[in-house]
């Protein structure tokens, strides 16, 4: 890869998204630079064919736009291993990685982040995630190169340990770009107050611009089960420590002895994948649980398993905005979620109940029983999409490239 790669994706004029009306081409008679394509590059730690909850927000909202003939986006990611391609496209979205450091590590030192934003002759570059060493580079790059930059959040839990000791640590030593950045961006609404606070920067700063979802249609599933039928427990999310499926499975025995037949899926993929299935193999349970996962593209396919489920579980001890919770409660499906964060909001909201993800196996148990037994079914409610939250990003770099 050249030192200075350039987007070469040519916007498509293509149906824009959300129903906006398609600008003219750069270049076009009688355009203006507000009107022509933005040019936008999204800088993103992890990216396809990694997959966690950051991957598929970019994915989702980096295609869309790139497809609606508004933008020309570029997605900068990183690679620890090399053995990825340094130049691809995701749908009409350009794809540039650059080697990152160290490979036993997920710090993500990326020294080839600053020549693609210095050379690029963006408009807008929107920072996802501040975790990793990726967010300092970025955005200091961007600052010294005089390009506008957005920042989402995506504040979300971590597996390990030193990453919660420091995160306060961290965000006091970002603070200086943070408060730099042209928006802040946060999916949930509890984001706003407790970032504004921790950084000293004002809530007008901010702006709420929530996670989608997009599963198509699936087949009608009944609020009960039917006679004789067994019941189907879903366990939500990349298999990582803090997501709670180790909760959930150690809470399977006491459900098991009330309903006999019960089944559990651990419905993700990830690191925590062995423990997890040590734990199964150590409680007897290998044949009352899948853990598997549904491909990110089988969209379809996620939806008719999801439509199957009588109870889903979620007992993340951090979430910002859940997207396979709002999945599941698009398909009408009882919901368990773990209190605070994004998942107690939607308890807050009447869509789901809720337990303290720290209770005894026993209790979680009963819970998971009483949803079985007697479920919350959510009321059918209007949750945005992926094509509202690739529209709202639209108009904020419209707004970011005005101001510059």
Same mark, same amino acid.
């Given at each position: 890869?050249?030192?200075?790669?350039?987007?070469?994706?040519?916007?498509?004029?293509?149906?824009?998204v959300a129903g906006a009306v398609a600008p003219a081409a750069a270049g076009e008679a009688g355009?203006?630079?507000?009107?022509?394509?933005?040019?936008?590059?999204?800088?993103?730690?992890?990216?396809?064919?990694?997959?966690?909850?950051?991957?598929?927000?970019?994915?989702?909202?980096?295609?869309?736009?790139?497809?609606?003939?508004?933008?020309?986006?570029?997605?900068?990611?990183?690679?620890?291993?090399?053995?990825?391609?340094?130049?691809?496209?995701?749908?009409?979205?350009?794809?540039?990685?650059?080697?990152?450091?160290?490979?036993?590590?997920?710090?993500?030192?990326?020294?080839?982040?600053?020549?693609?934003?210095?050379?690029?002759?963006?408009?807008?570059?929107?920072?996802?995630?501040?975790?990793?060493?990726?967010?300092?580079?970025?955005?200091?790059?961007?600052?010294?190169?005089?390009?506008?930059?957005?920042?989402?959040?995506?504040?979300?839990?971590?597996?390990?340990?030193?990453?919660?000791?420091?995160?306060?640590?961290?965000?006091?030593?970002?603070?200086?770009?943070?408060?730099?950045?042209?928006?802040?961006?946060?999916?949930?609404?509890?984001?706003?107050?407790?970032?504004?606070?921790?950084?000293?920067?004002?809530?007008?700063?901010?702006?709420?611009?929530?996670?989608?979802?997009?599963? *198509? %249609? @699936?087949? #009608? !599933?009944?609020?009960? &089960?039917?006679?004789?039928?067994?019941?189907?427990? =879903?366990?939500?999310?990349?298999?990582?420590?803090?997501?709670?499926?180790?909760?959930?499975?150690?809470?399977?025995?006491?459900?098991?002895?009330?309903?006999?037949?019960?089944?559990?899926?651990?419905?993700?993929?990830?690191?925590?994948?062995?423990?997890?299935?040590?734990?199964?193999?150590?409680?007897?349970?290998?044949?009352?649980?899948?853990?598997?996962?549904?491909?990110?593209?089988?969209?379809?396919?996620?939806?008719?398993?999801?439509?199957?489920?009588?109870?889903?579980?979620?007992?993340?001890?951090?979430?910002?905005?859940?997207?396979?919770?709002?999945?599941?409660?698009?398909?009408?499906?009882?919901?368990?979620?773990?209190?605070?964060?994004?998942?107690?909001?939607?308890?807050?909201?009447?869509?789901?109940?809720?337990?303290?993800?720290?209770?005894? *196996? %026993? @209790?979680? #148990? !009963?819970?998971?029983? &009483?949803?079985?037994?007697?479920?919350?079914?959510? =009321?059918?409610?209007?949750?945005?999409?992926?094509?509202?939250?690739?529209?709202?990003?639209?108009?904020?770099?419209?707004?970011?490239?005005?101001?510059?």
């Amino acid at each position: 890869m050249s030192s200075q790669p350039r987007p070469t994706a040519q916007p498509r004029r293509s149906a824009s998204v959300a129903g906006a009306v398609a600008p003219a081409a750069a270049g076009e008679a009688g355009s203006t630079p507000a009107q022509q394509p933005l040019r936008v590059l999204i800088v993103t730690p992890r990216y396809l064919p990694e997959i966690g909850g950051v991957e598929n927000h970019v994915h989702a909202v980096a295609t869309r736009m790139a497809a609606s003939g508004e933008a020309s986006v570029t997605v900068l990611t990183t690679d620890l291993e090399g053995g990825l391609a340094s130049r691809d496209h995701d749908g009409e979205a350009e794809v540039l990685r650059v080697r990152a450091y160290p490979r036993s590590r997920d710090w993500r030192f990326a020294p080839g982040i600053g020549p693609v934003i210095r050379g690029g002759g963006w408009d807008v570059v929107h920072l996802q995630s501040y975790h990793t060493f990726v967010a300092p580079q970025a955005m200091a790059a961007a600052a010294r190169a005089g390009v506008p930059y957005v920042v989402t959040f995506h504040g979300g839990g971590h597996s390990d340990w030193l990453r919660h000791r420091v995160r306060g640590l961290q965000r006091a030593l970002l603070r200086p770009l943070l408060a730099r950045a042209a928006a802040l961006i946060a999916t949930a609404r509890f984001e706003i107050d407790e970032y504004a606070t921790a950084l000293r920067i004002p809530t007008a700063r901010f702006v709420l611009i929530p996670n989608g979802f997009d599963l *198509p %249609p @699936a087949p #009608a !599933a009944g609020t009960e &089960r039917s006679p004789g039928g067994r019941p189907l427990i =879903a366990s939500l999310g990349r298999l990582e420590r803090y997501k709670g499926h180790q909760r959930v499975i150690a809470a399977l025995p006491a459900v098991l002895e009330a309903e006999p037949a019960a089944r559990l899926w651990v419905a993700g993929s990830g690191p925590y994948e062995s423990a997890l299935r040590k734990q199964v193999s150590e409680l007897g349970l290998d044949d009352a649980v899948e853990i598997s996962s549904v491909p990110l593209g089988e969209r379809a396919e996620m939806a008719r398993r999801l439509s199957e489920v009588d109870v889903a579980v979620a007992l993340s001890e951090f979430e910002t905005h859940p997207m396979a919770a709002l999945e599941v409660l698009s398909l009408h499906r009882p919901l368990l979620v773990a209190t605070g964060s994004g998942l107690g909001e939607l308890a807050d909201r009447g869509y789901a109940r809720a337990i303290d993800p720290q209770a005894p *196996p %026993p @209790a979680i #148990a !009963a819970a998971i029983l &009483r949803e079985l037994r007697d479920p919350l079914v959510p =009321a059918r409610a209007e949750f945005p999409t992926w094509d509202d939250c690739a529209a709202a990003l639209l108009a904020l770099y419209r707004r970011v490239r005005s101001a510059a």
